[in-house]
């Protein structure tokens, strides 16, 4: 096997991995990042989500790097695409004008921004990138890791040797490999005390929906029906017992209340021609041609990531490779039989059934079906670290609940701040009943450094939704800003750390050394470290 030395090694090269490589590399550090998938970006790339962020994130609430990727995208689309003049000055231009995020986007686009990015360090040699590699191997001595063995699409083996080592991987693999002690699934409510825990024992199994996202455009004078799914009998009758009618409808239930709602595809003709009602299609579109010179795009492009999709009927942790193997293809079933019951018996705004004209987009995927290239992961193993996040520091109820005060709880080690509803799809529940939403208020909320720090092993860093938060708080700190910030927070910790000669969580152990951490952080990388006292009392 090739051996490869760098100063830090980042396994997964999504949202938070991506981050935690260019602090490194700003840093001065060599950087090795791998990624299993042959796009960098994770959630905003090959799981084709929107970002999903906080209210204010056009003015506060995002570190420096995380607004100049935003700022990227942007240009991007004024650089090589036939906007409109009122486009092209607008200054907040969100692509795809969707509801879910101020700046829907396309997949593609996140991944050119990405690979720019990286592009002077992958030149210069400093930055070795490894895409399509998934580490199957660690090799520990003690409470050190010495090396994370590699292996690529054909074969290909490399053991990596580093003085510090971040897990970004979407489920914490490289957490289960090197024996760190880690969580899965939820927490029992008498272990947190938690309001929204569930009652009785832990349950391991209960872990949040995946949900394969698919990507399309609508041509109505064309039929683009893909042929019937394999599984597509059990999954357009399939109902949940906490769902009000059949999974495959336009009603599902409202998260916030559980009560049901109704939204179709189209809440008007327009809609698919940039119109701004409130409707499926409106929600997670990527590319609205309201903002392109009028013939140059027929369609809108929006995203598929739906309540209909979630699923939840098996756990992909804490089960063996085979089972894991079949609840992939099962969710990628569901996403394909929803995509024909949409084209041939959906309810359609204008009556009668289906909409044959709806394309799926796998160019746009970067696959051959239009289905993304990956599964969207909402929860990961996740550390027992020097500080676990509980929902008593950041929910709103419990907070009131307990008589404290009207915002979140101040760490002294922050490492930078997140805000987002602690926001829980269907889990698999236990003994194979899944369990319906946990969607609840929370306040604007800081990091822990503690929450980045296993326990014992002590050259290795938390840096995406593996942190030491719980089956709850996972539900806010699991978003794409959040976990940008805990990358670059962890990325720049391997390099404050390595400098003086010092283990990570000796920088948090020694209070001259956390205040000289965190002024680098806001100084250096531009982390804001608290919310402005204006914003803390605000309520997701």
Known sequence: MQEIRVDLAVIGGGVGGVAAALAGLD?????????????????????????????????????????????????????????????????????????VSAICHEPQVAKAVIDELLAAALSSGRLQLLRQFQPFQAEVDGDLIQAVALEGPAGQRHWVQADCYIDATELGDLVELAGAEHVIGAESQADTGEPHAPSGPAAPEDQQAITWCFVMDYLPDQDHTIDRPAEYDFWRSYRPDFWPGPLFSWTDPLPTTLEARTEPLFAAADSPRGGVHRDRWNFRRILSTAHLVPGSFASDITVVNWPQIDYFLGPLLGVDPATR???????????????????????????????????????????????????????????????????????????????????????????????????????????????????????????????????????????????????????????????????????????????????????????????????????????PLRWPDWARSFRN
């Open 27 to 99: 840093e001065g550090l060599t950087v090795l990042l791998s990624e299993e998938s042959p796009w960098l970006g994770g959630q905003l790339t090959s799981q084709m989500v929107p970002p999903d962020e906080n209210y204010l994130v056009e003015s506060v609430g995002r570190t420096r790097s995380y607004a100049d990727f935003r700022q990227r995208l942007r240009d991007y689309y004024r650089r090589n695409y036939p906007l409109t003049e009122q486009a092209r000055r607008e200054p907040a231009l969100n692509p795809g004008a969707g509801g």
């Open 325 to 527: 193997q079949r609840h992939l293809a099962a969710a990628r079933q569901q996403a394909l039989c929803f995509a024909h019951w949409l084209q041939t018996e959906a309810p359609r705004h204008d009556g009668g059934q289906g909409y044959p004209g709806l394309r799926l987009r796998g160019d746009v995927a970067g696959s051959p079906d239009g289905l993304a290239l990956r599964p969207y992961i909402r929860e990961a193993r996740r550390i027992k670290a020097e500080t676990t996040i509980l929902e008593q520091q950041v929910g709103v109820e419990a907070r009131r609940q307990a008589g404290l005060p009207d915002q979140a709880e101040h760490f002294l080690d922050s490492v930078g701040i997140g805000s987002y509803r602690i926001d829980l799809h269907p889990s698999t529940g236990r003994a194979g009943r899944p369990r319906t939403y946990v969607d609840i208020a929370s306040y604007p909320f800081e990091i822990p450094l503690g929450a980045l720090l296993p326990q014992r092993l002590d050259n290795l860093l938390a840096g995406a939704k593996n942190i030491g938060s719980t089956h709850i708080t996972n539900g806010c700190y699991r978003l794409h800003p959040v976990e940008w910030n805990i990358g670059q927070a962890a990325g720049a910790l391997a390099a404050f750390a390595g400098r003086r000669g010092l283990v990570p969580r000796a920088v948090r152990q020694r209070p001259n050394q956390l205040t000289d951490f965190q002024a680098r952080l806001q100084g250096h990388h531009g982390v």
